[in-house]
């Protein structure tokens, strides 16, 4: 338990997937056989044998160390974790040495806390008094967070799958995939997991796919608009979809395994060709539209990114998660089809064979593989209209790729949405750091609806170092109530923001936010008064109609 | 099961000084200033003043004990130098250095020093007036050092006691164990072909851990002091405390080889020597001790080494002290005083305000 403890404390703490990798294949290389299942069912998060409540913990703790409450309630206070204040606590009374021989994880495990489960009240407190009286400091710890909340790490698993195919010279990517169904703490789940490869066994590993270059200059330089395949960039993760023989691995950003996050996806996708390689884009949608009651085709309303984020860092999302927060795969192009690679091909015969696996091309409101039709414009003044239109802005713009390119190093270009501006007023600033001298981390601006001011952007990009400080110096002199870190001053500042889009947000009081709002300018010369209203944010909503 | 099931009881338990009706509390021979510090109105003199004032007795040199602006000092002879250094660099106030244990008789208030264990020259303060004695520790630890004479408890009618570790999550680790597990630390950097670096203060931490290298024939390479410490160190060894031999890191040109340990204080973690040299890097703290502090520097490892009294050795320094009343200062939460009386039935609080004198 000692090693497995001391793995836990080198992953704990702020991200950083080198020093975890080099600690990961340290532990691996070293631990008993015995140990490696319990070893990765628990660093994944996978099911646990048995639950204990804090509450149960603090109370045979309390009794046996004769302490009043109050104190443990003191130290949780300042640890912030009861699990942990019970094993300092446990430390800081310990008389002895912590005694007998030390065991190692598989026998915790399946001495300790499998037992638990199904056992009396009694009992688990005997079991767990003897533990505790036998772990040192850091592995007390440790079983302390694996009996209440789980170990909860929050390793990568790409960073796991990385160290394991270090110890075991598989390709990391089979490893990640092989992770995906790893959920039993056994032998035998292990053996599977670190199997050599199947002789001549397709790669399920993502492609390497050129990155879009920002369009600089006009469009027209680009040459003829037919030459071009014009695509929205949805606001979502570049992901990879490969079928392989009964597997089904999608990837985002080119790294992250995230099959067992989307089993809906996986289930549409199982229809496609062995082989099959779709490139597109993965991004969640408000399930609202499916009731569009206007019957026309409902379009499609992506939620912000940190929706997508969570809802793939959710390692078994239940049936509640999956409606509220439907996927999507907007599928863009084909590397591969049941005939083989296609990379070598020009875009344009591979569209046409992306065209014949006959994905839906209706906005799959409930989630699923989309393909959506080509956009149709006659010439870039056509797609110039599509682009400054009030549709384009729940997208980021547009993608522009040669169609007669064959290389993926070949350019591609992102044509950004035109960008908006606003006039504000400063209302609220908010502090950071705890420390005093800290500059203010973030303003929100708001604008009228009536006579009232209404935030609609929360921000501190775009202003030098040097605007801050007075803008900060004067939020101090003239700050009017504090509540936390939140200050409220007086609404006479008007500043000029851009943004890049707005997105319609019941959680706000104004019923949208703007997104990627940046301070251009401060405007001394406008009054409060001559802010802009919300009927004027009102009108870049996107409308019902769009792409 | 760990079988400290009886709390520690310092004493037995008498009535209360404080709410025993026949035996009205005399007044306080020391309260606290309005501004920081601490104040004996019967000696018209101060304990660790935060501003200038006519006369002020030292604990010990740290900057929250040690202010520079006033008139005249009084502290532990081993100390002086460091107390000269940093409050008084010119020379311009009168510093009386005075032995421990021997008593000074100041403005009628009998005066004495005592080790405190906390960092060359750290003293408890002992004063005895109006038939009372009180101690004030200042910082203390009970753990060993090799760089400053060992803790000595000193009997007294009221303890004022530090507790900026006053809550029983902490105990520390033997420090052997400790030195051991950083000194393999530093060797697994050094195999790597790599620096490492330490945050520890430039005042006691810093030459605390250089006394204990000094005594250990395993150091895997040279040892690097940051030159905010390198002056302190000086002093260390006037006072004849034995440091491993070191360089003298100055982050604008110092070029410590791969290998090398860096002793560095925490204000200079940020700075960009850590971009060019990458060291494995590791904080030495107390606070190292909760997962929630340690995370807060941007350290890859945490040594639990502190130069303060964990919650043992506070509860210890109580009972040796036999005090009936403990005033507690520096203490994140009321914590202590409360088990203090609740527990051990003792009169305890914060030290009382000089308005209430
Ligand atoms: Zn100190």
Not at chain 1, 1 to 27: E, S, T
Not at chain 1, 194 to 213: I, M, N, Y
Not at chain 2, 166 to 191: C, I, K, N, S, T
Not at chain 2, 275 to 302: C, F, I, K, N, Y
Request: glycine content about 6%; charged content about 20%; proline content about 12%.
């Amino acid at each position: 338990m000692i090693p497995f403890a001391a793995l836990c404390d080198a992953l704990d703490g702020p991200p950083a997937p080198a020093a975890q990798r080099a600690a990961l294949v340290a532990y691996l290389r070293a631990a008993p056989a015995a140990d490696l299942p319990w070893a990765l069912t628990l660093l994944t998060d996978g099911p646990r044998p048995v639950r204990v409540p804090p509450a149960d913990l603090a109370a045979w703790a309390l009794d046996a160390l004769a302490l009043p409450r109050w104190l443990l309630d003191d130290c949780v206070a300042h640890v912030g974790d009861t699990g942990e204040a019970l094993a300092l606590l446990i430390d800081t009374h310990r008389r002895d040495p912590p005694e007998g021989p030390p065991r190692s994880l598989h026998r915790w495990m399946t001495e300790l806390v499998a037992p638990l489960k199904g056992a009396d009240a009694d009992a688990r407190r005997a079991q767990v008094l003897a533990a505790w009286a036998a772990l040192p400091l850091r592995p007390l710890v440790w079983i302390n967070r694996i009996l209440t909340t789980g170990l909860r790490l929050a390793v990568p698993r790409a960073v796991l799958a990385q160290a394991l195919a270090d110890v075991s010279a598989l390709p990391a990517p089979e490893v990640a995939h092989r992770l995906t169904a790893f959920t039993a703490p056994t032998a035998a789940a292990v053996a599977a997991l670190l199997a050599p490869l199947a002789p001549g066994l397709a790669s399920c590993a993502p492609h390497p796919v050129s990155p879009l270059e920002p369009l600089a200059g006009p469009a027209e330089a680009l040459g003829p608009c037919t030459d071009w395949q014009a695509t929205w960039r949805w606001p979502g993760l570049p992901c990879q979809i490969i079928r392989r023989g009964a597997d089904t691995c999608v990837w985002t950003d080119g790294a992250d395994l995230v099959s067992d996050r989307c089993p809906a996806l996986v289930a549409a996708a199982r229809g496609l060709p062995d082989g099959t390689v779709l490139v597109g884009t993965l991004l969640v949608v408000e399930p609202s539209a499916a009731s569009d009651p206007s019957g026309d085709r409902p379009p499609l309303t992506p939620q912000p990114h940190d929706v997508l984020t969570r809802r793939l860092a959710r390692p078994r999302p239940s049936a509640a998660v999956r409606r509220r927060q439907p996927l999507v795969f907007v599928a863009h192009d084909l590397l591969a089809d049941g005939a083989g690679p296609l990379t070598g091909q020009p875009l344009r015969a591979r569209l046409a064979r992306l065209a014949a696996l006959s994905l839906p091309r209706d906005p799959p409101v409930a989630g699923g593989l989309w393909h959506p039709p080509a956009l149709t414009a006659a010439g870039w003044p056509a797609l110039e209209d599509l682009r400054q239109a009030p549709a384009a802005r729940r997208t980021r713009g547009l993608r522009l790729r040669p169609l007669d390119g064959a290389d993926p190093a070949d350019p591609a270009y992102h044509w950004p949405l035109p960008a908006l501006t606003v006039c504000a007023v400063l209302v609220y600033a908010h502090a950071g750091a705890r420390r005093r001298q800290a500059p203010l981390t973030d303003y929100t601006f708001a604008v009228w609806h009536g006579d009232a001011l209404v935030p609609v952007a929360k921000t501190a990009e775009g202003l030098s170092p040097a605007d801050r400080a007075a803008l900060d110096a004067w939020i101090h002199a003239h700050t009017l109530d504090r509540m936390g870190p939140v200050r409220t001053v007086p609404a006479e500042r008007v500043f000029a923001l851009s943004f890049a889009a707005v997105t319609a947000s019941p959680r706000h009081k104004a019923g949208l936010v703007l997104q990627a709002p940046r301070v251009l300018a401060p405007r001394p010369a406008l009054a409060p008064a001559d802010a802009a209203r919300l009927a004027a944010l009102q009108a870049h909503l996107p409308s019902a109609a769009g792409p | 099961m760990p079988k400290a099931a009886r709390p520690r009881t310092p004493g037995d338990a008498r009535p209360l000084a404080g709410i025993c009706p026949a035996m009205p509390a005399p007044d306080p021979l020391v309260v606290q200033g309005p501004r920081g510090g601490l104040y004996c109105p019967a000696g018209d003199f101060w304990i660790d003043p935060l501003r200038s004032v006519e006369t002020a007795l030292i604990t010990h040199a740290h900057a929250d004990h040690a202010r520079s602006g006033s008139a005249t000092y009084w502290c532990a002879a081993p100390g002086a130098a460091l107390l000269r250094r940093r409050v008084d660099p010119r020379g311009r106030a009168h510093l009386n250095p005075v032995d421990f244990g021997a008593v000074h008789l100041i403005n009628g208030v009998r005066c004495s020093w005592h080790p405190a264990g906390h960092i060359l020259g750290s003293a408890q303060i002992r004063l005895e007036a109006e038939g009372q004695v009180w101690v004030v520790t200042g910082d203390y630890k009970r753990a060993p050092d090799p760089s400053c004479r060992p803790f000595e408890p000193v009997p007294c009618d009221v303890l004022v006691t530090e507790a900026t570790f006053g809550l029983p999550v902490y105990r520390w680790p033997p420090a052997d164990a400790v030195m051991d597990a950083l000194v393999a630390w530093w060797r697994d950097a050094a195999a790597a072909g790599d620096r490492a670096a330490l945050w520890a203060y430039s005042l006691g931490k810093t030459q605390r851990i250089l006394a204990c290298l000094a005594a250990r024939t395993d150091r895997p390479g040279p040892l690097w002091v940051h030159r905010a410490a390198a002056g302190l160190c000086a002093d260390y060894a006037a006072q004849g405390v034995t440091l491993a031999p070191f360089e003298v890191f100055d982050p604008a040109t110092s070029q410590p080889p791969p290998g090398a340990l860096i002793l560095t204080p925490p204000a200079a973690e940020d700075a960009a020597w850590r971009q060019a040299l990458r060291p494995q890097t590791a904080s030495a703290s107390g606070w190292m001790r909760v997962r929630r502090q340690r995370h807060q520097r941007p350290v890859d490892r945490g040594f639990v080494l502190s130069d303060h009294a964990d919650w043992p050795a506070l509860l210890d320094t109580v009972r040796a002290s036999q005090a009936r009343t403990v005033y507690v200062m520096h203490s994140p939460t009321d914590t202590l005083a409360r088990y203090l009386r609740e527990v051990c039935g003792l009169n305890a609080g914060p030290v009382p305000r000089l308005a209430q004198a």
